[in-house]
C-alpha cells in the first residue's frame, strides 16, 4: 500500500520555467491538499481540493495553479516559477469528516534559481 | 498572519527527560488539535490529537494537555529516547470554504541525546 506518493522528489528550475508536480493516493480520499514547508513558517496550505473535479484556495495560492481531474490524483503547476518558489512541497489526502488524519507524502524539495 | 503559535522553536534534552512543546491558538473556532512528527525527508505523520472538550489526552508516552480557556496546548513526551529526534507540528483544524482545514504552528525541532 503506497499511500501517498509525490513525482518528483528533488528539482532545480531556472527562474520562468514552469513545472508540474504530481501528487497520487490508493486510498480513496475525498480530499487533497497542498502544502509548501518552509524553514520557521510550518506548513502552510496553497489549494485544496474536495473531489474529483473541484479544487479551491488555501492560505497561498498566488503562483500556483491546481487540476484534480481523477480523483485519485491532484496535480500542482508552477507557470513562471519564480526564487521566493523554493520550498519543500508536501501533498496530502484525507477521508471526510471532523476528525480525521491528514496523510502526507515524502515532499517535493524544489530549488529555484 | 499566524493563528497557532508554536514554541520553542528548537529543544535539547537528554534521554529520560520530558521535553515540553507548546502552541496558543486565536480562532475559537478551531475544534480538532492534532499533533504531527516529521523526521528528515519524511512527511509528516500524524502523532496524537485531541478535541477541545477533554483536558488532556495520553498516547502511550505522549501527552497532550489542554486549555480551552487559555487557548494553549502542549505536548509532553515522557521518558524521551533518541528515536523521537524529530520535527513536531501543532495544528488546529476547523472547517474553512468547502472542506476542513489545518493549521500549523511553525515547528520545534526537538532533539534527544543518548
Known amino acids: 500500500n503506497a499511500g501517498v506518493t509525490q513525482t518528483p522528489k528533488f528539482r532545480v528550475l531556472k527562474t520562468g520555467q514552469s513545472m508540474t508536480l504530481l501528487c497520487a493516493q490508493d486510498?480513496?480520499?475525498?480530499?487533497m491538499y497542498w502544502y509548501r514547508q518552509d524553514p520557521g513558517m510550518g506548513l502552510r496550505l496553497i489549494h485544496y481540493?474536495?473531489?474529483?473535479?473541484?479544487?479551491a484556495k488555501g492560505e497561498v495560492p498566488d503562483g500556483y495553479n491546481v487540476s484534480r481531474l481523477k480523483k485519485q490524483n491532484f496535480l500542482l503547476g508552477l507557470e513562471s516559477a519564480a526564487p521566493s518558489q523554493t520550498s519543500v512541497y508536501f501533498c496530502?489526502?484525507?477521508?471526510?469528516?471532523?476528525?480525521?488524519?491528514?496523510?502526507f507524502g515524502q515532499g517535493t524539495r524544489l530549488t529555484v534559481v | 498572519q499566524q493563528q497557532v503559535k508554536q514554541s520553542p522553536q528548537s529543544l535539547i534534552v537528554q534521554k529520560g527527560g520530558i521535553p515540553i512543546i507548546n502552541c496558543a491558538y486565536e480562532?475559537?473556532?478551531?475544534?480538532?488539535f492534532p499533533w504531527y512528527q516529521q523526521f528528515p525527508g519524511k512527511g509528516p505523520a500524524l502523532l496524537i490529537a485531541?478535541?477541545?472538550?477533554?483536558s488532556e489526552k495520553k498516547e502511550g508516552r505522549f501527552t497532550i494537555s489542554f486549555n480551552k480557556s487559555a487557548k494553549q496546548f502542549s505536548l509532553h513526551i515522557m521518558d524521551s529516547q533518541p528515536g523521537d529526534s524529530a520535527t513536531y507540528f501543532c495544528?488546529?483544524?476547523?472547517?474553512?470554504?468547502?472542506?476542513?482545514?489545518?493549521?500549523f504552528g511553525s515547528g520545534t525541532q526537538l532533539t534527544v541525546l543518548p
Open positions: 496530502a489526502s484525507s477521508v471526510q469528516g471532523i476528525y480525521t488524519e491528514a496523510f
Open positions: 486510498m480513496n480520499h475525498e480530499y
Open positions: 481540493s474536495v473531489g474529483e473535479g473541484t479544487t
Open positions: 480562532n475559537t473556532a478551531f475544534d480538532y
Open positions: 485531541i478535541r477541545p472538550d477533554v
Open positions: 495544528a488546529a483544524s476547523l472547517v474553512g470554504g468547502s472542506a476542513r482545514q489545518l493549521t
